[in-house]
């Protein structure tokens, strides 16, 4: 079952702070972040694993509810730089494949 | 430092004609390998992936085969292309079920 995310676009000004979100029906192992600008690869951003784990990356962050089975991704202060396109991906085991996301579409604006 | 390869970076192919897309993982060994289409706009779609040599599992039954000849050499093959395959192909590794490298991806067009 994919995950859902939500919002699926957001558009915000430099320096404005954005959660996104990521549920899923079934109990989860992990789940990764991964960031991808138009045309490119996607890009590792961090994961977590099943126990309630919070990680932060610089401005970036990311949370895991084990309970609610589901993630949230925090940027505070977003830059230019953050603008793209945020996929969750989700393990449900130890050796599972990940199932990702439909994709959150992230604009930041001057 | 581990870097994942891919080639081609674009490819214009007719319809039925046969495709051969690869992927090279250096710097790791025993690596787990993926192969995903996203079509334009769209999320990723896992198609097949591999935990070691000639051991494939596919994810999406359709036209596509892929094969791994070597510990880190993916190979993305279809006999007949369709319309419908056209996308941007994506391989990635990772190491046992840690976090995925992407590389470059191929653009591939059907026409």
């Known amino acids: 079952q994919q995950p859902v995310q939500s919002p699926q676009a957001v558009i915000l000004r430099e320096g404005e702070d954005a959660v996104i979100n990521c549920s899923s029906s079934?109990?989860?192992?992990?789940v990764h972040w991964y960031r991808q600008k138009h045309g490119e690869a996607p890009v590792f951003l961090m994961i977590?694993?099943?126990?309630?784990e919070q990680k932060g990356h610089d401005k970036i962050s990311a949370s895991f509810n084990e309970k609610k089975q589901q993630s949230s991704l925090y940027l505070t202060a977003s830059q230019l730089s953050y603008s793209g396109t945020y996929f969750c991906?989700?393990?449900?085991?130890?050796?599972?494949?990940?199932?990702f996301g439909q994709g959150t579409e992230l604009s930041v604006k001057p | 430092s581990q870097t994942i390869h891919q080639w081609p970076a674009t490819l214009v192919q007719p319809v039925g004609s046969p495709l051969s897309l690869e992927c090279t993982v250096e710097?790791?060994?025993?690596?787990?390998l993926y192969w995903y289409r996203q079509a334009a706009g769209r999320g990723l779609q896992l198609l097949f992936y591999?935990?070691?040599?000639?051991?494939i599992s596919s994810e999406v039954p359709q036209n596509l085969s892929a094969s791994r000849p070597q510990d880190r050499q993916f190979i993305l093959s279809s006999k007949k292309l369709l319309l419908s395959d056209s996308g941007f192909y994506l391989c990635?590794?990772?190491?046992?079920?840690?976090?995925?490298?992407f590389g470059p991806g191929t653009r591939l067009t059907v026409t």
């Open positions: 591999s935990v070691g040599i000639g051991q």
């Open positions: 991906g989700t393990a449900y085991n130890q050796g599972g494949k990940l199932i």
């Open positions: 710097g790791t060994s025993n690596p787990n």
């Open positions: 990635a590794w990772s190491l046992r079920n840690y976090e995925q490298y």
């Open positions: 079934k109990a989860l192992y992990s």
């Open positions: 977590l694993l099943k126990g309630g």
